[in-house]
């Protein structure tokens, strides 16, 4: 089989989305299923205001399609809400060919922490975006959940996977900083609530891995906590293992592949009860939730880090292809029943 991925977020973009899609495209081999991109970089692009590492693909809906038919994919996903998902969306709707669909990211909130734009018209337009389709998937029970509440349907579950042999306990070493550390990697973005964070009262010390839009302007403002700026995998692996806690701050991710890389690590996990911790650590195995981060942070650090390890174990990759060719062969289904 050969599935065409239609996605505006892609390389040299560093997030769980890219992640996630390179990561189940080496696990669809073994599946005898071949994967082929259709992303922003072989197009002409702008940089997304107020965000310039995003580029958006500058095309024609006609040029999309023509693509997308040299392609001569089995099945077309559309990963992302952007220009170019946009146009596949209209192509496949134009051309009578089922699709899917997934939900990677509360645009809604994203959209509103930077312009006036009510939350309730973004949702509505990604319902209808998402729901034209034969399957939307969505990595989280309490996301699909909310979804289902503002009108989504067809929604089917897609878990997330974790390299345990990469991302292991036994990397652990002195990071040189104070104990306890309490360590935070991601995008450096507004989205991501940092300064809830490093607004915290917390001994020891306040690790930031990544880079983004914020970085300087957070640099400037919390100079007692160490940026460490983007680190390669090997040795983002130590600095995972290295640490005491694993501070989760952001309020509007859809899963938090991150907070997996810290369990397999063995790093108990501190967030706030909402969408992607309630459902990885949710009932204290692994980490603490609370409304009060503080409070959360200074109850994970009694956490059993082996426990920690142990939740990781239950995200495969396998069971993230498995349930992604599950809604594809749905969809796959319906295209044979038109076609008789």
């Not at 994967?35 to 999309?64: E, H, K, S």
Request: hydrophobic share 40%.
């Amino acid at each position: 089989m050969r599935i065409l991925m239609v996605t505006d977020a892609w390389r040299p973009q560093v997030n769980g989305v890219v992640h996630t899609l390179e990561r189940l495209t080496e696990t669809l081999k073994s599946f005898d299923v071949e994967v082929d991109f259709l992303t922003p970089n072989i197009f002409r692009t702008l940089p997304l205001p107020t965000y310039p590492d995003i580029r958006l693909a500058l095309t024609t809906p006609g040029n999309v399609a023509r693509l997308i038919d040299q392609r001569k994919a089995d099945h077309i996903h559309i990963v992302t809400e952007g220009p170019l998902g946009i146009m596949a969306r209209r192509y496949c709707r134009n051309a009578g060919r089922p699709f899917t669909t997934s939900y990677h990211t509360r645009f809604p909130e994203y959209l509103s922490a930077r312009l006036p734009v009510p939350e309730s018209w973004a949702y509505r337009w990604l319902r209808d975006f998402h729901n034209s389709g034969q399957g939307t998937l969505v990595a989280t029970q309490s996301l699909a959940d909310d979804l289902a509440a503002r009108g989504f349907n067809k929604l089917r579950p897609w878990t997330r996977g974790v390299d345990t042999d990469h991302f292991r306990p036994d990397k652990k070493k002195d990071l040189g900083f104070p104990g306890p550390v309490f360590l935070c990697v991601g995008r450096v973005a507004i989205e991501k609530n940092l300064s809830a964070f490093l607004d915290l009262d917390l001994p020891g010390s306040k690790v930031i891995v990544g880079e983004g839009p914020e970085l300087a302007k957070l640099k400037a403002k919390y100079p007692q906590a160490h940026f460490l700026g983007h680190r390669p995998n090997d040795e983002l692996a130590e600095i995972y293992a290295s640490a005491d806690v694993f501070v989760f701050p952001s309020r509007t991710d859809t899963f938090g592949n991150v907070i997996i890389e810290a369990l397999a690590s063995g790093t108990p996990v501190a967030a706030y009860p909402v969408t992607g911790p309630i459902d990885i650590v949710g009932d204290g195995i692994g980490g603490a939730v609370s409304t009060d981060l503080r409070e959360a942070a200074l109850a994970a650090l009694n956490v059993d880090r082996a426990e920690a390890r142990e939740r990781a174990m239950r995200y495969s990759w396998k069971a993230c292809a498995e349930m992604f060719m599950d809604t594809v062969e749905e969809a796959l289904g319906t295209l044979r029943k038109r076609a008789a």
